[in-house]
């Protein structure tokens, strides 16, 4: 089974660390005392990470309508001890980020991990960590004295270690640096992902130290997320202090060394939001409890990570509850958003999209038995390559009596005489051409058996018609205004004289991104129109109605058809409903 992998960047915005006042140095000189990781070293450390922030960043090939690195962003917002000013912070940056659903910010950085030229940084060629678990890679400090950037590192490592012990589990790799060899950049930080498996998600802990450094150094976190094809995506922040708080050269040692256990609590403090992100990615709900009790159950901070939880988890829990393990999220959750835009069906390998209302909440259907549902619609009509996987997993091309679902000796699906297996006709020029065509002759029965088999269901009419019109502003999926033959928005009209390969008319998409709902072919939904007389409904408009039918096109278009009625005219796209519990206010 082939995966689309959803690349996940897990990046945390610039973070500010807030020195200690000068009546807090410590009568008691800790300078030689080991830093002991304590609950309130690490509330402390939250408190220090002022706009905590995680932005979940997909990259995507959607080989379906020929879209490679479609990107989204949203920021998951959990903010912690956060002032006026630091809201309206957090506000500007969301606003920054709905850049990201249409393109990546310009510092999170696009890795090929094939095509750069490495030198190896590490000790070994491939370390086979788990790439199921986060990895943190502890890298020694810049320093004009080697050993004391590796104290630094050690320091860091022991009490990652016992992090690791209060319930974050992660792989942790330290002192595995070449000789001679420092993390002095980003780039540098990046190229460690070439002695990482695919598919890892890796942070790395770097920095510089100077006498003149603040607590003795300054920490940077670089996150990647490597892909199954070896690419990847990155970002790097920094903790840092405040250039009003700098102490100066006569602050007292014991000063700087409680600088510096703030900078060793706050770079901790890091670590299970990425942690978080981690598991979010693999969309998992996150494991806490542990970490909640060291933390204090009754604390604030506790209270407010546990309703952010809560919130970006609903999907994780939908999918293992209802046994939906073979969807994959493309688009990012969030606390405000939290089930997925658009996810990734890995039976059929088609991509699906939330029915949502204009506001961007969910719409939400009733299912037969009065249950509240979550609807995902194909964001594209099945095509010929779909059915054909469909066909050869079934090893049979199904009948009604002695008439076959699809109509093999007109659609462009044909069966090998000598493997017996299906396979699309190479009837054109163009590679791929027909593949990305939807199947047609192809009656109601085998539409509804394909949905089953790819654990979908044929949708109702109520549901393609909002997916088509979606509270659009007109009555046709791109607007107000009606078929325009010389510059078409849709396969209709007789614009063309057969369909199209999916997608390939860009205006015709609905509101919430499904594409040939105008025209192209008309598409098999659930409802009967004349059960007595054998009539389904179809919806939507086709390439063979005539220009002077523009009704046809609108979003509420129907036509009753035979159901057993195999044409050149209808295909049909898929629904998966997702039972869900709504609090009413």
Not at 509 to 515: A, N, Q, T, V, Y
Not at 549 to 574: K, L, M
Request: hydrophobic share 35%; proline share 6%; aromatic share 10%.
């Amino acid at each position: 089974m082939i995966r689309i992998v959803v690349m996940l960047l897990l990046m945390l915005s610039c973070c500010l660390v807030v020195a200690p006042a000068r009546s807090e140095t410590p009568t008691k000189s800790p300078s030689s005392a080991p830093i002991k990781l304590t609950s309130s070293l690490i509330r402390k450390g939250f408190d220090f990470i002022l706009p905590f922030r995680l932005i979940d960043t997909n990259i995507s090939s959607l080989p379906q309508l020929g879209i490679v690195n479609l990107s989204f962003g949203i920021d998951l917002s959990g903010s912690y001890g956060l002032v006026q000013e630091q809201k309206r912070r957090n506000q500007l940056l969301g606003e920054q980020n709905d850049l990201l659903k249409q393109s990546l910010n310009c510092q999170i950085r696009h890795l090929d991990f094939e095509k750069m030229k490495y030198e190896a940084l590490m000790r070994r060629p491939i370390y086979q960590v788990n790439p199921d678990e986060l990895v943190v890679v502890v890298a020694d400090f810049s320093s004009g004295n080697p050993s004391e950037g590796g104290e630094i590192a050690d320091e860091i490592a022991i009490q990652l270690s016992e992090l690791k012990n209060f319930g974050i589990p992660m792989s942790i790799i330290v002192g595995e640096m070449k000789p001679g060899v420092v993390i002095r950049s980003e780039e540098m930080a990046q190229d460690l992902g070439q002695h990482f498996p695919a598919r890892t998600n890796f942070v790395v802990i770097w920095g510089t130290m100077s006498p003149q450094t603040v607590g003795r150094y300054r920490p940077h976190i670089t996150t990647v997320q490597k892909s199954a094809g070896n690419q990847g995506i990155s970002n790097s922040y920094t903790i840092d202090l405040a250039s009003a708080e700098l102490p100066v050269a006569s602050e007292p040692e014991e000063y700087r060394r409680e600088c510096h256990r703030r900078l060793i609590g706050a770079t901790c403090a890091a670590v299970p939001s990425c942690y978080v992100a981690h598991e979010i990615s693999r969309d998992r709900t996150p494991d806490l409890r542990k970490l909640y009790k060291f933390l204090g159950e009754n604390e604030e901070e506790v209270h407010r990570l546990k309703q952010d939880i809560k919130s970006i988890s609903h999907w994780a829990q939908l999918r293992e509850k209802h046994q939906h393990k073979h969807l994959c999220r493309v688009s990012a959750v969030t606390t405000s958003t939290p089930y997925p835009n658009m996810i990734y069906n890995e039976i059929d390998k088609s991509v699906m999209v939330l029915l949502t209302e204009k506001d961007g909440k969910p719409k939400y259907f009733k299912n037969k038995d009065n249950s509240t549902c979550l609807v995902y619609m194909d964001v594209a009509e099945t095509t010929n390559q779909q059915y054909v996987d469909y066909l050869n997993a079934k090893r049979e091309n199904g009948t009604d009596g002695a008439t076959p679902w699809l109509d093999v000796k007109k659609s462009e699906i044909r069966q090998n005489a000598e493997t017996m297996q299906f396979e699309v006709a190479k009837l054109y020029q163009e590679p791929g051409f027909g593949d990305r065509c939807p199947v047609i002759y192809v009656n109601w029965y085998g539409a509804n058996d394909y949905c089953r088999w790819a654990k979908k269901e044929m949708p109702t009419r109520d549901e393609w018609q909002f997916a088509a019109g979606a509270g659009g502003e007109g009555p046709f999926p791109w607007g107000n205004s009606s078929l325009d033959l010389k510059s078409p928005q849709c396969n209709g009209g007789g614009v063309s004289k057969y369909y199209r390969p999916i997608g390939e008319f860009h205006q015709d998409k609905s509101r919430i991104g499904c594409f040939d709902m105008g025209g192209n072919v008309s598409e098999w939904v659930q409802d009967w129109a004349d059960q007595d007389k054998g009539w389904k409904y179809t919806c939507g408009g086709s390439y063979q109605d005539s220009p002077t039918e523009s009704r046809r096109y609108q979003s509420t278009a129907t036509h009753p058809a035979i159901f057993n009625h195999r044409v050149d005219w209808i295909g049909f796209r898929g629904v998966i409903r997702i039972p869900v519990e709504v609090q009413t206010p």
